[in-house]
């Protein structure tokens, strides 16, 4: 009698561990919004892209969906604050290539990235755009012109970007290494400030995210000199690439942004945000606002984008290792 008591308690204790573990697997859980956290300023490339996924996702999931921007430390504020939250797929990280390819090797981090967090999937690619002032320097024409420009000054002129480590700032640095030219680097707290200081001609030339970069050009403010994907982008067929226009076969440079959670969410969990996020990136409006910004949606999994990450460590960390970069 008393071995079946025991028996009766036992499973009464296992029923109630087991229920709250059975529904912290549920997803999304009803009521509590989805937050997407961005680590770079309102109207960057990943901003663009979260703001028009935002109520897509929230109409396929039935619960809020709201963007937060947390600047700072080239993402790694946005994926810390992540890694950190509730392992319940109700926050996801949308982080650039720079948070796991470059930024372990040049920032001192608090967390690990590769550890603490999940893939759930790469998003889209964004180009970067080799970018120049039209009133500041209306003499850089082509990238010829810039080129000739470094030669002259070897060391002296100067490029921006929005942050040490970041795309903006290794594509810069891939290109001084393709041409063995030297120009001092310009780190400012994101792309704005950058692009504020390009207008004003403190800096020479930005490799900034075409996306971000597309409506300016439109509105005759900076010139495109450049893309640095491997071929020209539809919605951009006057704008030679970085390879073209510099005669630098091969070149390419580009960021991809993709989806992370913390580590611990359950496999559901990020297999739901996969399919939604899969869906999202294939309705016809969304696909033609991206290419309209000069970006490339992406359709993956959360192992294809760790074997991009992979790929890009390997590339990233020598660009980092023949520029001398250092971490801070």
């Not at 420009?149 to 040490?164: M, T």
């Not at 403190?202 to 971000?212: H, L, R």
């Not at 970085?242 to 359950?266: D, I, K, Q, R, Y």
Request: with cysteine; net charge positive.
């Amino acid at each position: 009698m008393r071995r079946m008591l025991c028996s009766l308690l036992l499973s009464a204790m296992l029923g109630t561990v087991a229920a709250p573990a059975a529904k912290a697997q549920q997803f999304p859980i009803p009521g509590r919004p989805v937050t997407l956290i961005y680590g770079f300023p309102a109207g960057t490339s990943g901003d663009v892209y979260l703001r028009l996924a935002a109520p897509r996702l929230s109409a396929a999931l039935g619960v809020p969906v709201t963007v937060e921007n947390r600047v700072g430390a080239t993402g790694n504020v946005a994926a810390e604050a992540v890694s950190r939250a509730p392992a319940d797929g109700h926050t996801v990280a949308l982080v650039t290539v720079s948070l796991t390819a470059t930024n372990p090797l040049l920032l001192r981090m608090s967390f690990d990235p590769m550890r603490d967090l999940a893939p759930v999937m790469r998003t889209f690619d964004a180009p970067n755009a080799f970018t120049v002032s039209t009133q500041a320097r209306p003499q850089y024409t082509n990238c010829q012109a810039v080129i000739s420009a470094l030669r002259a000054a070897p060391g002296r002129l100067n490029y921006a970007s929005s942050g040490i480590g970041a795309s903006t700032h290794l594509a810069a640095a891939q290109f001084l290494q393709a041409t063995g030219l030297e120009a001092q680097h310009v780190p400012y707290r994101g792309g704005p400030p950058a692009m504020i200081a390009l207008y004003q001609g403190e800096v020479e030339f930005f490799f900034y995210q075409s996306g971000t970069v597309v409506e300016d050009m439109r509105a005759g403010r900076v010139r495109i000199l450049g893309i640095t994907s491997a071929e020209r982008h539809p919605q951009l067929p006057d704008v030679p690439t970085v390879a073209e226009a510099c005669n630098l076969p091969g070149f390419v440079s580009t960021t991809w942004h993709g989806l992370m959670v913390p580590s611990a969410t359950p496999p559901a969990a990020i297999a739901r945000l996969n399919q939604e996020f899969l869906k999202i990136n294939a309705d016809p409006e969304m696909q033609a606002r991206l290419l309209n910004l000069g970006l490339t949606p992406l359709n993956s999994n959360p192992a294809e984008m760790l074997a991009a990450t992979q790929r890009d460590i390997q590339h990233w960390g020598e660009v980092i290792r023949r520029a001398g970069l250092q971490r801070e």
